[in-house]
């Protein structure tokens, strides 16, 4: 039976329940106060300040534009390139409102009403922050506290935010700016490098059920990554395609097709440095562009510091043209690969590493083949200590000992070699003053080496060593599975299983090349190919010195044309010259008498031209000795770009003052050969090669903008002489519609293969090797330039002659100046000028490389270093 209160009880209760509510209402008020005092103190607090953002830019990625516009990389550190709002995808921006932010069109930047709701349902249904809260938290407020108070207080952080910001930007702004910051993952900053990563698309190009993936993303995008999970990130994709309807943005005709659609991302690529076109230059490209940056005429001027090419968005313009770098990169790999198949059933059986080719003239051959393999061991030891796989080891088993070590010796330095000098003392005592005295290393280093020895971890470090060695020759020598470069599969990949050492042997078998093609009017390099394969081999090709046998050869002859006006048909005997101790200004110690490459003589008068396409030697000796001096070459091919003042650090000239510059005997790089004859296909004028026209600023302000070199190197009359000997000599009139000279060159013991092909529109120089001078063809006839690099020449030239994108003039001829030569060019007119001409010997037209021995040393107390090479190899001067 209920029993009702009386009116005093309730009389009684009252003021207890209107306490109670009181208490309520009070600690309802207080609490929106403090909220609101806090929401006002916030706002007056040290906070980030809204306006840092039109300063305050996200690490941006600098593009690299090539001369046609197309986008050939990027430099970064995060892969963000921003898109402006009008320039998003429509379905990227109705996806991202419809599930993130229904009402931001209609809030100032918080949206009380779904404050309310995730209030109400206590953040079980509906997420109460805004897209400009998120953006808020993206730039200021970073990660969400564990902790409830400062989580809290770091919400009201992003409504104050957010605030300023709506007053700050509009609404399509704010936008952009989110999209353009959220980091999707692999590499994806921003929406365009998300785009580019998981469709392999711009983002201009997304489909509305890929749009929603990505929006989708923007929830957690390591849980609702499709890469990871495609089953979470399809659901989740759904749910935006729902809110889309809800929205009215798709119908649900369009939901239904699209929620069904399977999730693909085929397309799906990681981007980094090794993507895209012309990888080699865009490193060396790299190089130019921090140079120019270091210089203080274009420091940023709001820091007053040098801008950063990684983090700053520039715009860099280069010369490049895409079209070209396509075909000669597809081309490369054609004849590359061909190349490399005969390379392999050449050497089959043998080792390129243990095979030492006998010299007949060498007394003691057995003892030279032993500090050959020595050689050759020592490399091996440089590449397996410079590989990853070394360094964990090292790591592993040293660090601790040698940072122990280095605490006591302020200063030692702790690399192999240093151990390895301080086990030479330990082994015979003095060895470290010996080395010092000979200007391996300075005196302080010595001290250093030598207190160290002293210490109780000095025992330690040797046991260790020894130990470390045993282990990296086991680890090295073990079958394990790995994946190697091949040309046999799309990826240029393969899996397999094989030792450490095997694969370093492996890898450093293929041959290499480096290719440059240059406009010789302009300077604008066009195409840049510095070798097989960027990922896999990064040595660039084109600014690596490697010699040039007797593509040099044009200069030598340039000079007695201009000096002693001699015609192409002048004759010269296939016979055996000789330089004498103090013939000419030659300084020579011993008498120099250089052979053909085949030790035959054929005793025919040849012309020059003749001699030039056959390379002869002798020609080349011969005229050396009328000119009497290496200056005058030496000073041509100064004027052509090639700086014959460099020397080396043992005071040797890179382009050495001896007459063996006749035969090609000097290290020279792609790059300068090419710009040197750029001369010849120029009129005699002398063309700088340059790769960027200009670089931007994030806002398009141009910064830099590159000025051309050019200047009159030779006599337009003497090079035109030129140019026809090298028509004669490139043996390719006729195979290509442009007019075209050229000349081959081939080194001692078939180590490089060259080619120099000029037309008038491109001037384009190949080389081609291994990695090491025993990678090689064994033969004249498989190793020579003709064979090596010349076929690549031909067939891109005919592949931008053929493509209607690149239009090249094929019409276009070399200009002969007016008037008259001086210098006659019809050998029959010649012979009726001079008496009989000889038999024309037309020769093999591959004969391109017979005559490019490179001889035996003029000073044997001398040793010139291979450039760039550092693997011990001498030729003796």
């Excluded at 090794?274 to 420091?299: H, P, S, T, W």
């Excluded at 790591?395 to 390895?420: C, F, H, P, Y």
Aim: charged fraction near 30%; glycine fraction near 8%.
């Amino acid at each position: 039976m209920q029993i009702r209160a009386s009116k005093e009880e309730l009389a009684e209760r009252m003021p207890r329940y209107r306490k109670r509510v009181r208490i309520m209402w009070m600690t309802f008020i207080a609490a929106v106060l403090a909220v609101a005092f806090l929401f006002i103190g916030l706002s007056f607090s040290d906070l980030p300040k809204t306006s840092e953002l039109d300063n305050e830019v996200p690490e941006t990625a600098s593009q690299i534009f090539s001369k046609d516009g197309a986008v050939l990389g990027r430099f970064y550190v995060e892969n963000r390139v921003p898109v402006e709002f009008e320039d998003l995808n429509e379905h990227v921006v109705n996806a991202l409102i419809a599930t993130e932010d229904e009402r931001f069109y209609k809030h100032s930047g918080i949206d009380f009403k779904g404050t309310a709701r995730m209030f109400a349902y206590a953040g079980t249904r509906g997420g109460a922050s805004t897209i400009t809260q998120q953006l808020a938290k993206l730039y200021f407020t970073g990660t969400s506290s564990k902790n409830k108070f400062q989580r809290g207080v770091q919400k009201l952080k992003e409504w104050v935010i957010a605030v300023r910001l709506e007053r700050q930007y509009t609404k399509e702004e704010i936008l952009a700016k989110y999209l353009n910051k959220f980091d999707f993952l692999y590499s994806g900053h921003g929406i365009r490098a998300a785009a580019e990563t998981y469709f392999g698309k711009d983002q201009s190009e997304l489909r509305p059920e890929e749009a929603a993936m990505l929006v989708g993303m923007l929830k957690n995008p390591s849980v609702y990554n499709p890469k990871r999970d495609p089953e979470k990130a399809k659901k989740r994709r759904e749910v935006v395609l729902k809110q889309m309807v809800r929205n009215k943005l798709i119908t649900k005709a369009e939901y239904d097709e699209f929620r069904t659609i399977p999730v693909d991302i085929s397309g799906f690529k990681r981007r980094d440095h090794n993507d895209g076109l012309a990888q080699y230059f865009r490193v060396e490209l790299g190089k130019e562009v921090r140079n120019i940056l270091r210089q203080k005429e274009y420091y940023d001027p709001a820091t007053g510091e040098a801008r950063d090419m990684y983090r700053d968005g520039l715009k860099i313009y280069t010369t490049i043209d895409t079209a070209m770098q396509r075909i000669a990169e597809e081309q490369m790999i054609k004849h590359m690969a061909d190349l490399q198949e005969k390379f392999e059933k050449h050497w089959k059986g043998k080792d390129t590493w243990e095979y030492v080719e006998p010299d007949p003239e060498d007394f003691n051959p057995e003892k030279s083949k032993l500090k050959e393999l020595e050689i050759r061991a020592k490399t091996m030891e440089r590449y397996v200590r410079r590989s990853e796989r070394y360094e964990k080891m090292r790591n592993a088993q040293l660090s601790g000992i040698l940072s122990d070590m280095a605490k006591k010796v302020k200063g030692l330095k702790t690399r192999d070699a240093d151990i390895e000098r301080m086990l030479a003392e330990d082994k015979e005592k003095g060895s470290i003053k010996r080395m010092r005295r000979a200007g391996s290393f300075s005196r302080e280093m010595e001290a250093d080496y030598l207190t160290a020895m002293k210490t109780p971890e000095w025992k330690k470090l040797k046991g260790a060593w020894y130990n470390f060695q045993k282990d990296v020759e086991k680890a090295f020598a073990k079958p394990v599975k790995m994946r190697v470069f091949s040309y046999e599969t799309e990826s240029m990949e393969v899996d397999t299983v094989m030792s450490p050492t095997d694969s370093i042997k492996y890898l450093n078998n293929f041959l290499q090349m480096g290719s440059m093609a240059v406009d010789p009017v302009t300077g604008e390099v066009k195409m840049w190919v510095g070798g097989i394969n960027h990922r896999w081999f990064q040595y660039d090709h084109v600014t690596s010195s490697r010699q040039v046998g007797s593509t040099f050869k044009p200069f030598i002859y340039s000079t007695a044309i201009g000096l002693q006006g001699m015609s192409p048909c002048f004759q010269v005997l296939d016979q055996a010259y000789t330089l004498f101790p103090g013939e000419g200004n030659f300084n020579l110690l011993k008498e120099w008498t250089p052979k053909n490459s085949d030790n035959k003589y054929s005793g025919d008068r040849l012309t020059l031209r003749e001699g030039l396409r056959k390379s002869k030697n002798t020609v080349s000796v011969y005229l050396m000795k009328q000119l009497g001096d290496t200056d005058p070459v030496r000073g041509l091919i100064h004027n052509m770009g090639i700086d014959s003042t460099t020397q080396y650090a043992n005071g040797r000239y890179r382009v050495p003052k001896q007459p063996s510059i006749a035969l090609g005997a000097t290290d020279l790089t792609v790059k300068e050969m090419v710009g040197a004859y750029t001369t010849f296909a120029n009129g005699g004028v002398y063309t700088k090669p340059y790769f960027i026209s200009k670089i931007a600023d994030r806002n398009g302000v141009v910064i830099y903008e590159n000025t051309p070199e050019t200047r009159v190197a030779y006599n337009e009359r003497h090079n035109y002489v030129m140019v026809e000997m090298l028509r004669y000599s490139g043996a390719l009139q006729g195979a290509l519609k442009s007019d075209v000279g050229g000349k081959t060159g081939t080194t001692n013991s078939h180590v490089d293969g060259w080619f120099m092909g000029i037309t008038p529109n491109l001037v384009v120089g190949t080389w081609v090797g291994g990695e090491d001078r025993w990678t090689r063809f064994r033969t004249i006839t498989m190793g020579q330039g003709a064979r090596l690099a010349k076929p690549f020449f031909k067939n891109f030239m005919l592949e931008v002659e053929a493509d209607e994108n690149i239009a090249l003039d094929t019409k276009k001829r070399f200009t002969r100046p007016r008037g008259d030569l001086g210098i006659e060019l019809d050998c029959t007119a010649y012979e009726q000028q001079n008496g009989d001409l000889p038999t024309d010997n037309e020769g093999d037209e591959f004969d391109d490389g017979f005559g490019d021995q490179v001889l035996p040393p003029l000073d044997s107390t001398k040793k010139r270093p291979i450039a760039e090479q550092g693997f011990g190899d001498e030729i003796d001067f």
